[in-house]
Structures are given as structure tokens and as C-alpha cells.
């Protein structure tokens, strides 16, 4: 009784999806992972494996792990695919093939670290300083140098080109990484941006590199191919940073992004349920939905009931994120951990198994598969 009770409650996450440029067969969404799995930045056959696993067990969009695109300083480890270079795009372009095979839509998170990049020995090109919107990491250190409008150009058309490439390889749309604190989200940050030229001042003048970005990107997909951008307020060093503390900073933020040509908002929180802001239940990603009307992906800890100590909870709070998507609060969910460990884990809660799913574990994130 309890698992028919369970697959009803849950059965919105399976409904299909379709805004003018993505649809997906329903509303689950692989999270971006980085696995440091592709030697050489090269993505080989277990990884195309690891992804067509996930998309043949109803994983209904893939967003890749982040790969980094082409810039010396861009990204933080040789192990980290990049979206560059006639062997990784032959291997993303077989990764492509096989979810598609398999009967799932897949799209790459392009990404440059910025400051967060840590030159040493597993990192490429160790003599290159890393970069940022002023050089300074998330504790407002000197670590890097701040961009010229040289490097601004640079990283633009990188990221443009990645897109064009991710394009011609065949993937369904682009994901730009501008959240937990890398480089994009360092220039929306007022602690990482203290320039004084155009890409510095007040929240929507911070935006101006994504804008910039967002713009070339645009110009080289086309009008059709969806641009998804991740965002979060909160960064990885920093659990408690904000960008906007009320909907009126958050609608100022989002007004130059959307002008711009993001069409899907991927809202990174770490708890799905938590309302962002006092006085309202809304979510994050349910904020970022009524402030600019554009579908919205909602992330953080779906379906994870153990806990640290590995006690199981009944409560994963399925029912709670199906209502959000009943209500249009969210439209898609992302799924990070619980997807990692079992690749299953989407087929296994449309049947009415969530007991069955493999949990999380220091283990699991060692292994690809
Ligand atoms: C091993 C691991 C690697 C991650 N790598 C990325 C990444 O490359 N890009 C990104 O935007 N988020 C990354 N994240 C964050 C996830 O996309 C997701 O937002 C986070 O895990 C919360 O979702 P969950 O609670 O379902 O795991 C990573 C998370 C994990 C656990």
C-alpha cells in the first residue's frame, strides 16, 4: 500500500517537460559532478558509460560534470575533461551519442575557475597565476592576478567557443557555470569584484562579465539552442554569502541576465525546501521563477534520507518537492549524490523503491559507475 501510495505522490517528477527550446522526457536532472576521471582532460569510454547508465535507468537531462574550457588558467586539475581539443570533443562527442542511445538529453557545464584554481602539480599549466575579476579568493586574499580587458576578451570567446563546439558535437543545449564561487561568480561577487572599471560596482554592474559572455555564447549557438546558467548565493568556502538579501536585489540581478539570453535558470541551494527569503515559502529557484518568468532547475538534497551518521529517515522529502512542482514553483530537479550512487536511483523511485537505492557514501564517490 505504501509504495502505490508513493509512486502517486511522486509521479509529477515523471511528467515530460517542454519550454520553446528544451524538453525532456520528465522533470529529473542529473546535477554537474566533477569525477576527475578523464586522464588529460580526455573523457573516455567509462565516462560515456557512467552517463548512458544514468540516462537508460530515466535520468531524463544530464548536465556534465564542468569542463573547463580553453584558457591557460582555466581549469584546476588534468583530470577535469575540458571542452577543447580534437580528443576530448571526440570523447564528449561519443558521451553525446551514447545517452542519446539511450534515450536521454545531455548538456556540458562550461566552466573556468578563476582564483579557485590552485596551481600545483596535478594542475595544467602550473607557471600560468590564476585569474580573476581582482585576484582575490573567497576570503578576499590576494591569489591571483586581476583580469586586464585582455583577459576578459580571452575568457569570452573561450566560453563562446566551447558552446560552438559543444553545439557541433552534438549536445542539447549549454550550462554556463556561474555559481559556487568560480570565475563567473566571482565577478557577481561583491567580495571577490572590487574593480572600479565597468565590470565592477553594484550587484546588476557585477553581471556585466556574464552579461558579455551570455551575449558572445548566444551569438555563437544561435537563437534556438538553450543556455542554462547556474547561480547560487551561497559560495564553497563561504556557506552563508548572499549576492541579494531581498527579491528586489535578486530581481536586479536577474534583469541583465535575462536581457542577455539565459533561458534556463539552474538555482544551486543546498536544501531544496528552505525558503530564501523571510516572509515567504519560496525557494530559491521558486524566487528566480517569479522574477523572470524562464523555466527554472531547483537542486539540493533530493532524495537523500540517510543522514551523516547513516541512519535511514522515511522522509525524503519527495512529496514536498513534487508539490513544488505541482504548484510551477520549480519546473526541474536537479539530483546530485543520490544520482552519483545509483545510477538507478530515478527508475527505482518512479517503481516505488527509494529503500533500494544505493546511499552515498565516501566509497561510492570513489568509483565511476
Ligand atoms: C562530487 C561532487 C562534485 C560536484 N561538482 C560540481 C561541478 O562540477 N559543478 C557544479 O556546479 N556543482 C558541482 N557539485 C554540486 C552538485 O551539482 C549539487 O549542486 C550538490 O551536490 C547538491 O546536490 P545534492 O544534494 O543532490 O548532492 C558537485 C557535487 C558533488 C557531490
Given at each position: ?63 556534465t ?18 571542452i ?12 553525446v ?51 586586464t580587458?585582455a ?22 543545449g ?13 565577478f557577481?561577487?561583491?567580495?571577490t ?7 565592477g ?20 549557438v ?22 541579494a ?6 530581481e ?60 535511514y ?25 543520490a ?31
Amino acid at each position: 500500500m505504501k509504495t502505490t501510495q508513493t509512486v502517486q505522490a511522486v509521479a509529477s517528477l515523471f511528467q515530460p517537460f517542454a519550454s520553446d527550446k528544451l524538453s525532456t522526457g520528465n522533470r529529473i536532472v542529473m546535477a554537474p559532478m566533477t569525477r576527475s576521471f578523464s586522464p588529460e582532460g580526455v573523457p573516455g569510454p567509462d565516462v560515456a558509460a557512467y552517463y548512458r547508465r544514468r540516462a537508460a535507468n530515466g535520468t531524463g537531462l544530464i548536465i556534465t560534470e564542468g569542463t573547463t574550457i580553453n584558457h591557460p588558467a582555466a581549469s584546476g586539475m588534468t583530470s577535469i575533461p575540458t571542452i577543447h581539443g580534437e580528443a576530448a570533443l571526440n570523447g564528449w562527442a561519443q558521451v553525446v551519442k551514447e545517452v542519446h542511445e539511450a534515450g536521454g538529453k545531455i548538456i556540458p557545464q562550461i566552466w573556468h575557475f578563476g582564483t579557485s584554481r590552485k596551481p600545483g602539480e596535478s594542475v595544467p599549466n602550473p607557471e600560468v597565476a590564476s585569474i580573476g575579476p581582482s585576484g582575490l579568493d573567497e576570503t578576499g586574499t590576494k591569489t591571483g592576478e586581476a583580469m586586464t580587458e585582455a583577459d576578459i576578451a580571452a575568457v569570452v570567446q573561450a566560453f563562446a567557443e566551447a558552446a560552438a563546439d559543444a553545439k557541433r558535437v552534438g549536445f542539447d543545449g549549454v550550462e554556463l557555470h556561474g555559481a559556487h564561487g568560480y570565475l563567473i561568480d566571482q565577478f557577481f561577487w561583491e567580495v571577490t569584484n572590487q574593480r572600479t572599471d565597468r565590470y565592477g560596482g553594484d550587484l546588476a554592474a557585477r553581471t556585466q562579465f556574464a552579461v558579455e559572455v551570455i551575449e558572445a555564447v548566444r551569438k555563437a549557438v544561435g537563437p534556438d539552442f538553450p543556455i542554462s546558467l547556474r547561480i547560487s548565493q551561497f559560495k564553497l568556502d563561504a556557506y552563508t554569502a548572499k549576492l541579494a538579501t531581498t527579491p528586489e536585489e535578486l530581481e536586479q540581478f536577474l534583469a541583465p541576465l535575462v536581457k542577455a539570453g539565459v533561458d534556463i535558470f539552474h538555482c544551486s541551494s543546498r536544501r531544496f525546501w528552505e525558503p530564501e527569503f523571510e516572509g515567504s515559502p519560496l525557494s530559491f529557484a521558486g524566487w528566480v521563477k517569479k522574477l523572470t518568468g524562464k523555466p527554472v532547475i531547483t537542486v539540493g538534497s533530493v532524495g537523500l534520507n540517510v543522514d551523516m551518521t547513516g541512519a535511514y529517515s522515511e522522509d525524503s522529502k519527495l512529496e514536498t518537492l513534487a508539490e513544488k512542482l505541482d504548484s510551477n514553483e520549480i519546473d526541474l530537479v536537479a539530483v546530485g549524490r543520490a544520482l552519483l550512487a545509483d545510477p538507478e536511483w530515478a527508475e527505482k523511485i518512479r517503481t516505488g523503491r527509494e529503500g533500494e537505492a544505493v546511499p552515498f557514501s565516501r566509497e561510492v564517490a570513489a568509483t565511476l559507475y
